[in-house]
Every structure is written in structure tokens, then in C-alpha cells.
């Protein structure tokens, strides 16, 4: 049985890819700050797959051994994803105002984490020639007004994944772009506006369970790109 680290799966697309997993008998550790929203999701899935939910912020280090050594009870490291983002302030501020200790913790969340997470899972995910997704933005490649923060934190886990890629060639390194959805962290970016011409995030699944089934090498993705391959 495979087993998956999940970050961020209380809901949005985290959740989304974790009862996606559960569906096809994957063994998940699954992350997120609320616990009660975690535990909702964990019980959820248990009545199918096994499911351990670890609520924490992953920019500690601590967390981040905990949902590792919570991986390797279940039998080792098969997947990542590191799906958990932080926006930043809402509305979103242009960078001549953007608060120096707030981006700090942009950076720690959605950079620092991912690549700490990495670090500790590496020996198991070298040893089952694993897969790391990373789950960037459009914004990270795009320059919007108001999203430097955000942004430039999304553009630093691409090229964190991309040197990955090159530096652990036994593995399979994705840094994907998931589109626009009607989430939680896009409402906050447009507070008071109606998001609810955004596609949902279960829409940006198949995509991601193409990278995680298929044979595709280590890159760039944009979920809208991906056609699951046929049987």
C-alpha cells in the first residue's frame, strides 16, 4: 500500500487530492492548522483507507519530523504534496507597502516549508524513487499587481523544485499550477468580490493524479494541460 503526506488538507484542493487517495487505497498522513476541520476530514476518509491527521503549521520544524515519522509507521514515503500556502495580508498589498515581517512568514510557509519537508522525507522517498508534488501559482510566473508577496514566494518553490529535480534524478519533482479556484485563500485575496465563477478545486485533481499515476518526468505542469492517460 502507498503511503502520502498531504499538507494543507483540510480543505480546498488538499482535501480534494487526499479523498482522491483514500479512493484509490493510498495510506495518507494528513496536515493542516485547524484541527477540528482535519479531524473531520481524517474520519472521513478512515472508513475506506488509513488515515492519520497531524494538525500544526509546517513552517516548524517539529511538525514537519512528526508527519514524517507518522509516514514511515504506514510503511515509508511514496508521495509529498506540499499543497499548505499562506496568502498573506487581505486584501493584498502592493509591494512599496507590503509588511516586511509578514512576507517573512510568507516565505517560511509557503518556501521554507515545502523544502524542509523535503529534507526530512528524502530518505524515504529516495528509497521508493517517490514523487514530490509542490503546488505553485500562475503567480508565480505572472507579474500581478498586488500578488508580489504571494508571488514571489511561489516563484522561489518553482525554482526550488526545478533544482531539485536536476540535483535527485531517482525521483519524480512536479511544481504545479492547480489554475484559479473557488478556495478559501482566493477569496481572501478578493474579499467581498464573488469567486463563484472559479472552477472547484476537485476540477484540478485528474490533473494531479496524472502526475501521480502517470510516467510523466520531473517539470513544470499546468493541471489544465494534463489529459489522463488512457488505459
Do not use: C, F
Amino acid at each position: 500500500m502507498s503511503v502520502a503526506i498531504v499538507t494543507g488538507a483540510s480543505r480546498g484542493l488538499g482535501r480534494a487530492l487526499a479523498r482522491a487517495l483514500a479512493d484509490r487505497g493510498w495510506s495518507l498522513v494528513l496536515d493542516a492548522r485547524g484541527g477540528a476541520a482535519l479531524r473531520l476530514v481524517a474520519d472521513e476518509l478512515s472508513v475506506r483507507t488509513k488515515a492519520v491527521a497531524l494538525a500544526g503549521d509546517v513552517a516548524y520544524d517539529a511538525h514537519r519530523a512528526e508527519l514524517v515519522e507518522a509516514a514511515a509507521e504506514l510503511g515509508g514515503i511514496d508521495l509529498l504534496v506540499n499543497n499548505a500556502s499562506v496568502l498573506g495580508p487581505s486584501p493584498q498589498p502592493s509591494l512599496a507597502d507590503y509588511p516586511l515581517g509578514v512576507l517573512e512568514q510568507v516565505y517560511r510557509v509557503n518556501t521554507v516549508a515545502p523544502l524542509g519537508l523535503i529534507q526530512r522525507a528524502l530518505p524515504w522517498l529516495r528509497q521508493s524513487g517517490g514523487r514530490v508534488l509542490n503546488i505553485t501559482s500562475d503567480a508565480g510566473v505572472e507579474a500581478y499587481e498586488g500578488w508580489g508577496g504571494y508571488g514571489s514566494s511561489k516563484a522561489a518553490l518553482e525554482q526550488l523544485s526545478n533544482v531539485l529535480a536536476t540535483e535527485e534524478p531517482g525521483l519524480r519533482v512536479y511544481w504545479v499550477d492547480p489554475g484559479d479556484m473557488n478556495t478559501q485563500l482566493h477569496q481572501e485575496a478578493y474579499p467581498g468580490e464573488d469567486i463563484s465563477d472559479r472552477q472547484p478545486p476537485e476540477a484540478s485533481v485528474p490533473g494531479l493524479l496524472e502526475l501521480i499515476e502517470g510516467d510523466r518526468p520531473s517539470g513544470r505542469y499546468r493541471t489544465a494541460e494534463l489529459t489522463p492517460a488512457r488505459p
